[in-house]
């Protein structure tokens, strides 16, 4: 799917102006790279980058490297271990975690909360597998 530049620009504009009293803070993500190198341009709210495969992971390492405004990581609960948390630590990026079902995040929950590594969650059955 192709990200419309001028579209995203409109999303963060309007929400910077409906938050003018600057109580939200806002947090971007996506699984695509267009978007995120879009959203790196025009906003300096916080980024995160879901990955959805390690294969994925590659095409974001110039991201990380750079140090870039990325904040975050987030990858399916099921990729995560110990080699990639170190990585992600390294980048200097929080840790964050994806369930493509809620009844995934429900079967994992208690090891996910107790993990302090893990600093976000998302839970969409929307999202990639």
Known sequence: MQTNETGLTYLVNSLNQANGNQRAIFLFS???????EMLSKITSHPIG?????????????????????ITFLAINYL???????????????????????????L?????????NDIKIIFCD???PR
Do not use: M
């Open 30 to 36: 996506s699984f695509s790279i267009q978007t995120i």
């Open 49 to 69: 980058v879901c990955i959805g495969t390690l294969v994925e992971l590659k095409l974001f390492d110039d991201f990380f490297e750079a140090k870039s405004k």
């Open 79 to 105: 990729l995560i271990n110990p080699q990639l948390k170190e990585q992600i630590r390294y980048w200097g990026i929080a840790i964050g975690v994806y369930f493509p079902t809620h009844e995934s995040y």
């Open 107 to 115: 079967e994992n929950f208690i090891h996910v909360t107790n993990d």
């Open 125 to 127: 059955p929307g999202l």
